[in-house]
């Protein structure tokens, strides 16, 4: 006869044979996480709250990275994982791919793994490990969202710098050094402006759906400037005692299609959208800003929140690499010459 210790044994040698994980559990009330899960948990959410991800979104996100660190507590139980996903990069990376193969075995939608996966990233990340690398179960193929190369963000900015008033040089450079939506731009009041010689920030509201979604954006020196020198001359300005801070020659407050014109105005005159293929328009400047910083090693987590993406996934977009990064990758390789 075969004692139940005999037999869990044989379980779990079987299991980790085969690289199985502990059974998908549908259909009830979670069970409390053991420690030091739940801490960990305690602590996602915690960091989770200062983001501006929309609520229903952190709900989620909660949710699913619980699912994640109860699968990670039995499998932990069985001696299953490799290193510590909580603090090793690489025990991380094995981790999510093991989870993802154990939601594929529960016949889980592809959807619905991709969206858990765009948690455990987002929760990795917020714990300050690398990215991890497991790939989505949808085979979509997303292209990096148009930017400018540095050629053309110099002669847009040297364009900006010699014909620009000082209420269009804020305008200019507003998508480019802040990352902001054009609607941003023209929704931004006075009293969301705090400026002085050696700091300041914006605090952006969010349009559309993210209406009543706010986010603090550090101001670049050169916007920096910008905006004091722009603020000083608006005082002379029709309806500089009204909220606005872009104004009209009128003192109304700009529209999203004048600030808009006035943007393609001076890529135009930069000679920017002329190539086929590549065309010029303010969101444009938005994609330089976020492509940018992603190229200089910045953390997906906070280009997101600089951007005001809901969703870590939409900042992922702009990992994928310009043709000018693969020839230098190419050209690093040895050769016979």
Not at 155 to 163: F, G, P, Q, S
Not at 185 to 211: I, Q
Not at 288 to 315: C, I, N, P, S
């Amino acid at each position: 006869m075969t004692s139940g210790n005999a037999r869990s044994e044989a379980s779990r040698a079987d299991a980790t044979a085969s690289g199985a994980t502990p059974p998908v559990r549908r259909g009830r009330r979670p069970t409390p996480l053991p420690e030091p899960y739940a801490a960990v948990l305690a602590d996602y959410s915690r960091r989770l709250r200062r983001s501006p991800l929309a609520d229903s979104s952190k709900t989620k996100y909660i949710s699913r990275v619980r699912g994640y660190l109860a699968w990670m507590s039995e499998a932990a139980a069985y001696g299953l994982l490799e290193g510590d996903p909580l603090a090793d990069p690489a025990a991380a990376t094995a981790a999510v791919r093991d989870y993802r193969r154990h939601l594929k075995n529960g016949r889980r939608a592809a959807t619905t793994i991709d969206n858990v996966l765009a948690a455990a990233d987002d929760f990795h990340a917020r714990r300050g490990l690398a990215a991890v690398q497991a790939g989505r179960e949808r085979a979509r193929r997303r292209t990096a969202p148009k930017a400018l190369d540095e050629d053309e963000i110099r002669r847009y900015l040297r364009r900006v710098e010699a014909a620009a008033s000082p209420r269009d040089t804020v305008i200019a450079l507003l998508p480019y050094l802040a990352g902001l939506r054009i609607g941003e731009v023209v929704a931004l009041d006075v009293a969301d402006v705090r400026v002085s010689a050696h700091e300041g920030d914006l605090r952006v509201r969010g349009n559309g759906r993210d209406g009543e979604k706010t986010r603090t954006v550090a101001l670049h020196p050169d916007l920096r400037h910008a905006v004091r020198t722009w603020l000083s001359e608006r005082l002379t300005w029709p309806g500089a005692d009204t909220g606005a801070l872009l104004l009209n020659a009128r003192g109304g407050r700009l529209t999203d299609r004048a600030a808009r014109h006035i943007i393609t105005r001076l890529g135009r005159d930069a000679g920017l959208g002329e190539e086929p293929g590549r065309p010029f328009a303010p969101h444009i400047l938005r994609h330089t800003f976020g492509a940018q910083l992603v190229r200089a090693g910045t953390d997906l987590v906070l280009v997101a929140e600089l951007m005001g993406h809901k969703r870590l996934d939409t900042t992922r977009q702009y990992i994928p690499p310009a043709p000018a990064d693969r020839a230098a990758a190419l050209g690093a390789l040895t050769t016979g010459h």
